[in-house]
DNA sequence: TTGATCTAAATGCATTTGCATCTACATAAA
DNA sequence: TTTATGTAGATGCAAATGCATTTAGATCAA
């Protein structure tokens, strides 16, 4: 964990200098990183002081449960969770030994697989959702309105 | 890195089950996630392309450069960047191996140090300005109007 | 077909992180 | 003083990450 991103000096931006960001932007980008690092930290610890693993294994729980039959390609896990291959790879492995997720083969396509969520994996999805929501409520929902929250989304949604 | 933190279903959330955060407060948090691990992932690899290194060592660099002696305790530099202890040592470590800082004795505390930048450590910094300010430029700042910067800016700001 | 190229996934090896502990000095109480 | 407790920083070891490469199957062109 690390990412605080502080700002360099934007003193040249005004002389026409190209590509500079102004300062609304970089104010923006500074508090971006940070808040989003320090609430990132407290949700995981959160998590961990409960006894559940990190939230990468969530995600993947989560989108799984999503899918029809439980089950995705691990291609389409890294797409949805921008992990590296090799990352999702080992993340996978981590959470077979676990008993969360298993590994299928795939119909359609020989180099690949299926990885579906077990019902142990469905049950920890659950129970991590409520330590989870009772984080983000006492991080997030504590601290803006409906209405801000909103606007911060639709913020955060230019940026895509 | 990885942080994805999808949300799950809130369905529940009205029949007055507490510390449920709302739909707003649930998607401004996705996104948020979402958004800060894509950006920062993409300014991290302009960074790399130009051939620097990791944005931690840009903000060491910037904090001691602002600092009056060009020094700061390890402490400080910890607190300022939300990075464990020894998160922090071996930062210092491989910066000093690379010639960026020094650490130097800390006359009001025998236990303690102070971590000073280096001529060439202040050079890099000046360096690693151009690519990042080009690179906050590009993935924030041609995406958000400068009132939309400072209103995000804002909102981040309650979330402290 | 056959060979060239592309894509899915795994893995060896080096680097980084996390955790727990340790050392050394500081501070405060007896 | 002496002793207990607290704080700054380093470090051994295990786990996770990043990078480069490998293996195996798909795809496409000749």
């Given at each position: 964990?690390?990412?605080?991103?502080?700002?360099?000096?934007?003193?040249?931006?005004?002389k026409a200098a190209?590509?500079?960001?102004?300062?609304?932007?970089?104010?923006?980008?500074?508090?971006?990183?940070?808040?989003?690092?320090?609430?990132?930290?407290?949700?995981?610890?959160?998590?961990?002081?409960?006894?559940?693993?990190?939230?990468?294994?969530?995600?993947?729980?989560?989108?799984?449960?999503?899918?029809?039959?439980?089950?995705?390609?691990?291609?389409?896990?890294?797409?949805?969770?921008?992990?590296?291959?090799?990352?999702?790879?080992?993340?996978?492995?981590?959470?077979?030994?676990?008993?969360?997720?298993?590994?299928?083969?795939?119909?359609?396509?020989?180099?690949?697989?299926?990885?579906?969520?077990?019902?142990?994996?469905?049950?920890?999805?659950?129970?991590?959702?409520?330590?989870?929501?009772?984080?983000?409520?006492?991080?997030?929902?504590?601290?803006?309105?409906?209405a801000e929250a909103?606007?911060?989304?639709?913020?955060?949604?230019?940026?895509?």
């Amino acid at each position: 964990m690390n990412r605080l991103a502080v700002l360099g000096m934007v003193k040249a931006a005004a002389k026409a200098a190209p590509k500079r960001p102004s300062e609304e932007t970089t104010s923006a980008w500074a508090r971006l990183v940070r808040v989003q690092q320090s609430l990132l930290g407290a949700v995981e610890r959160d998590l961990k002081k409960a006894g559940f693993p990190p939230l990468a294994w969530y995600d993947v729980l989560l989108e799984l449960s999503r899918h029809p039959n439980g089950h995705m390609r691990p291609v389409e896990l890294e797409k949805q969770m921008l992990i590296p291959q090799y990352g999702m790879s080992r993340l996978i492995d981590r959470m077979t030994d676990a008993g969360y997720v298993e590994r299928m083969v795939c119909p359609v396509d020989g180099r690949g697989q299926f990885v579906g969520i077990t019902a142990s994996g469905r049950a920890l999805q659950r129970k991590m959702w409520d330590v989870y929501a009772a984080a983000i409520q006492k991080h997030v929902g504590t601290k803006l309105s409906n209405a801000e929250a909103a606007s911060l989304c639709a913020l955060l949604g230019k940026l895509s």
